[in-house]
């Protein structure tokens, strides 16, 4: 339902890289609850192929998606989270610093899709994680929750701060993301005001550690949630980032694949 560069060509690479094939669904193709239900979609195409990425905007449809299909179906990115997402920003994360229990990530910006995967992620794996959103953006209240349930059963704390500055007080990796997801177009004026003072830029930098590293899911709006000068920093783990896209979905195509055959 939704445009793709990163995740669909991932996808794309890594099927094809594992010896498999790949046909794209556009919104235009099949017009996903409106040519005809979620529920047939998902049944009719289960008997025709071995996985399905979804991108919807109703975090519902991916669900609903999944609850008919018979194969597996992977988020590949709702209104609500973005789990492939998290998946190679942990691993990205591992791979720079050799660990991830105990390092300290903060995120600034708005609390939104992938934030939600992140605070998940880095919960289960101890990464202590502290989050800077306007007050009316914060996380969604039952994400948020059981994110802190899952940071506590690991050792790890995961806060929310008002101030982007204390978000990123001694930070080894800093974190942020649009501030005009897909579908919030419409809110964008607004966005750009309430936002202003959440840009990551050298100055927020400076308030987490020298070594720190820059992370961005990607696409990026510079001059915007963050600043030309720090995308192009030589901190920067951005492109590496988007690069274990491609690694990690093939890790997980294997992994969900394999457990069905
Ligand atoms: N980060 C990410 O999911 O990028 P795309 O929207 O280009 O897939
Ligand atoms: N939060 C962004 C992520 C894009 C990959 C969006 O939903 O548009």
């Known amino acids: ?13 890594a099927v094809l890289q594992l010896g498999g094939s790949v046909i794209y669904l556009g919104q235009e193709d099949i017009q ?9 979609v998902a049944r009719v195409l289960s008997r025709y192929v ?20 018979s ?3 992977i988020n590949g ?9 998290a998946l190679a ?11 991830l229990k105990g390092l300290h990530l903060g995120y600034v910006g708005d609390g939104n899709n992938v934030l939600h995967s992140l605070i998940q992620g880095c919960a289960m794996v101890g990464v202590n994680v502290s989050v800077a959103t306007p007050p009316a953006y914060r996380p969604n209240a039952s994400i948020w929750t059981s994110a802190m349930r899952r940071a506590k059963a690991h050792g790890a704390v995961v806060r929310w701060e008002r101030d982007p500055k204390r978000a990123m007080q001694g930070a080894d990796v800093v974190y942020t993301d649009v501030w005009v997801s897909m579908g919030k177009e419409q809110e964008r004026q607004k966005r750009l005001k309430t936002f202003r003072s959440y840009q990551l830029n050298r100055a927020l930098l400076q308030r987490a550690k020298p070594t720190c590293r820059i992370m961005h899911c990607l696409p990026a709006h510079r001059g915007e949630e963050i600043t030309d000068e720090v995308m192009e920093s030589p901190r920067s783990l951005i492109v590496a980032q988007a690069e274990n896209r491609l690694h990690v979905q093939k890790a997980l195509l294997m992994l969900l694949l394999k457990t069905t055959r």
């Open 32 to 40: 996903l609850g409106q040519r005809e239900p979620v529920k047939d």
């Open 89 to 99: 920003d942990l691993f990205t994360i591992q791979e720079h610093f050799g660990r």
């Open 77 to 85: 990115l709702s209104d609500l989270v973005h789990p492939c997402q």
């Open 1 to 13: 339902q939704k445009p793709s560069m990163r995740t669909r060509v991932a996808f794309e690479v």
């Open 71 to 73: 194969i597996p179906v």
């Open 50 to 69: 071995d996985g399905i990425v979804v991108r919807t905007f109703a975090h519902k449809n991916a669900q609903e998606f999944a609850a008919y299909a």
